[in-house]
């Protein structure tokens, strides 16, 4: 018998993307284009959203200053990302538990780790990642992708105890690559836990990018191999993040298991302030167009057309934020030095004989 | 007192902890209804629920992650990796995250993760189902790497890692599960992690080792006993931290050392105990021969109908006794 028609495969994956287009409310004008997912957040919110991004913006550019001083230790800037970063955050609780990677340093100090703290961090010292019991995150995550699995894990201790919260996790376009990306959704999915899996697409993995990373036309389908949903997002637009992870916390807290956030962002600056050059692998043009869609410029001028925001408050909160960040500076300069003695401790909750005697050994020469 | 294999102990501890400490949780693949492919969690979840002991995906490096997440929410995970060479999908959850969780958080967290796997040679497996890995793992700061060589200690050795606020790699030997049985209290009890153990005591020299090889060394110095060489058998029981202290004292005693390891020569364990030896005062001035080493020789994991020949029995460990004995 001859085939009268072959199958298709293009026209098969053609219905697979069409069902992953891209979320906006809020567009490069400030106009609201998408009336009927506008969330609910009161002038107080929205305004205090704003102040949130223009802090976070204001840390990007004093510590990038901070790093090409050699101030700070390794540092992602986050400029560009505001709306991915600072929106999202908004939709989670002070219960939730965030699980951030390396560039997501605004999340935290947003939901309350002292700014200090973060540098110390940056710097590398020991008090930069001891969180009180209560604050529920784990440190940025280096590992790429690696923080996909861990939400997984504590999605299911959520889900053991009965509690009434959500998991959220932050990863790149360059860790939707990973294994621990794919064993993660997966395995959430398979138990069902309350987990909301972002994917902060700045469209680089350092140098290369995300098109060349994958075949997938978005990084949001991936959550259909898991069985999970999936959703993409205009990732300089605030309000269209914030609706998404709301929606998403309210799904994941409802019982029906994990969701897959893709925010397509841009970031404006390098990888990181140590030795990345953009101009290797990113073409001048492109800035242009990017800062033309800058979350900064739609929310400032949403929020002017709305009466909430006058331009002449910005100089004077700019310059608050410049001393709160200043005075985090001195007191992360002055955190007591490291004795190494002191983390041979923190290896076990009892040192092994061999550790003893290095630790005697390290008491010597540090004068004890 | 009831006579139970190593497999039996295992379970039966396994049951122990599970009785004891809601907080712990048995997971991995195949370990639910079937059991484990060993059946060393059988029974377990019919007796404690698919809450507590649950099959995951096929995907090691997600049982390291769940492990680690499940420690944040105060979980007392054992997780179980089906065959120890499957652990290089999870390294970056062992050596990347767990080890390191109470250094890198100050100590304001820890992972009281005891993994559980299958490991050793001799039973004729598939590749990567043998290899003895230990000592990639002994390398891991902040990891403690524990192996019994019997059913007694196997259990208490168990009840302890699980015990452990650090994280913990429990092996068992293959070879073992079923080799032997002995008397085990069907009580909770423990065995201290990082203590070795003399198993027989002998007065002129001493051989370390642990595991399967702990039996051969068994057989050495029974046989050596007619021949009026007294061996000392230490059983390591903890590669990481090695127990230095009993070595120390036993070649103090007897002025001459061989260690024995089924893993390759390089790097390793038994390089470990070497060193150790032979800069620490003690040991050194006590040294009448040479240290001697007994291991597998340096290629990959010696294919199934190769490996009685690859991997190092008594006779091996008769020579290197031999040297030590005669060197002069």
């Avoid at chain 1, 906006?24 to 969330?39: A, R, T, W």
């Avoid at chain 1, 299911?156 to 376009?173: A, C, I």
């Avoid at chain 2, 652990?87 to 820890?110: K, P």
């Avoid at chain 2, 090695?242 to 089924?262: A, C, F, H, N, Y």
């Amino acid at each position: 018998m001859i085939n009268k028609k072959k199958f298709d495969f293009a026209a098969h994956l053609k219905s697979v993307e069409e069902n992953y287009q891209m979320i906006q409310i809020l567009n490069e004008k400030g106009d609201i284009v998408n009336s009927d997912l506008v969330p609910d957040l009161s002038n107080e919110e929205l305004v205090q959203l704003f102040k949130d991004m223009l802090w976070s913006r204001a840390l990007n550019d004093r510590s990038v200053i901070l790093a090409r001083q050699g101030r700070l230790g390794f540092f992602g800037p986050s400029a560009g990302q505001e709306a991915s970063q600072l929106a999202s955050c908004l939709a989670f609780d002070k219960n939730d538990y965030l699980l951030p990677g390396y560039r997501d340093i605004p999340i935290l100090v947003k939901r309350g780790l002292p700014l200090y703290k973060a540098f110390l961090w940056s710097k590398g010292h020991v008090e930069g990642g001891m969180y009180p019991e209560d604050f529920l995150s784990t440190t940025p995550e280096i590992i790429i992708g690696a923080q996909y699995i861990k939400a997984a894990g504590v999605g299911l201790g959520f889900k053991k105890r009965g509690k009434k919260q959500v998991v959220f996790t932050y990863t790149g376009d360059g860790g939707s690559s990973q294994g621990d990306f794919y064993e993660g959704i997966n395995v959430a999915g398979a138990f069902k836990v309350p987990v909301v899996f972002i994917v902060q697409n700045n469209q680089y993995a350092i140098s290369t990018p995300w098109r060349k990373q994958t075949a997938a036309n978005t990084l949001a389908q991936k959550a259909a191999a898991a069985g999970i949903p999936g959703v993409l997002v205009d990732g300089m637009d605030p309000l269209a993040v914030y609706a998404i992870a709301k929606a998403a916390r309210d799904w994941a807290l409802a019982g029906n298991g994990p969701i897959l956030i893709e925010t397509f962002t841009s970031r404006f600056q390098p990888h990181s302030m140590s030795g990345d050059d953009p101009k290797l692998y990113r073409d001048e043009d492109s800035y242009a167009e990017w800062e033309g869609k800058d979350p900064m410029i739609r929310m400032r001028t949403y929020l002017t057309k709305k009466g909430l925001w006058n331009q002449d408050q910005e100089e004077g909160l700019i310059k608050q934020f410049d001393q709160q960040i200043q005075e985090a500076v001195k007191k992360a300069d002055d955190a007591p030095k490291q004795k190494i003695s002191q983390l041979l401790e923190l290896m076990f909750e009892e040192p092994t004989q061999v550790l003893k005697e290095q630790i005697e050994s390290y008491k010597k020469k540090e004068g004890e | 007192m009831a006579q139970l294999t190593m497999i039996q102990a295992i379970t039966n501890a396994l049951d122990n902890a599970l009785e004891k400490d809601e907080n712990t949780l048995i997971f991995g693949q195949d370990v639910g209804l079937n059991g484990g492919v060993f059946r060393a969690t059988q029974g377990l979840q019919a007796k404690y629920g698919e809450e507590r002991v649950f099959d995951t995906p096929l995907a090691e490096s997600a049982i390291g992650g769940l492990a680690i997440g499940l420690a944040f929410e105060n979980f007392r995970p054992i997780p179980e990796i089906q065959f120890f060479g499957f652990i290089f999908e999870v390294m970056d959850g062992i050596a990347g995250q767990m080890s390191r969780t109470r250094y890198r958080t100050g100590g304001t967290r820890t992972m009281p993760i005891t993994i559980r796997s299958p490991f050793g040679g001799g039973v004729h497996a598939p590749e990567l189902h043998s290899d003895s890995l230990e000592g990639l793992m002994a390398q891991i700061p902040g990891i403690k790497v524990v192996i019994p060589s019997n059913p007694f200690d196997a259990k208490g050795l168990l009840l302890a890692s699980i015990e452990d606020d650090d994280p913990v790699i429990f092996l068992e030997h293959m070879k073992l599960y079923r080799s032997f049985k002995e008397e085990v209290p069907e009580e909770y009890y423990t065995v201290p992690l990082g203590k070795a153990k003399i198993v027989f005591e002998g007065t002129d020299v001493s051989i370390v080792t642990y595991g399967y090889m702990v039996h051969e060394a068994l057989k050495v110095a029974k046989q050596l006993d007619e021949e009026g060489i007294s061996v000392e058998v230490i059983d390591l029981r903890t590669v990481s931290p090695i127990d230095i202290e009993t070595i120390i004292q036993s070649v103090e005693k007897t002025g001459r050392l061989v260690v024995v390891q089924e893993a390759q020569r390089q790097a390793g364990v038994a390089s470990t105990i070497m060193a150790e030896m032979a800069e620490r005062k003690r040991a050194i001035l006590a040294l009448k021969a040479p240290i001697g080493r007994v291991s597998a020789p340096d290629s990959v994991y010696a294919f199934s109908l190769a490996e009685n020949d690859w991997l190092p029995d008594a006779q091996d460990i008769i020579d290197k006794v031999k040297e030590a004995i005669n060197f002069d």
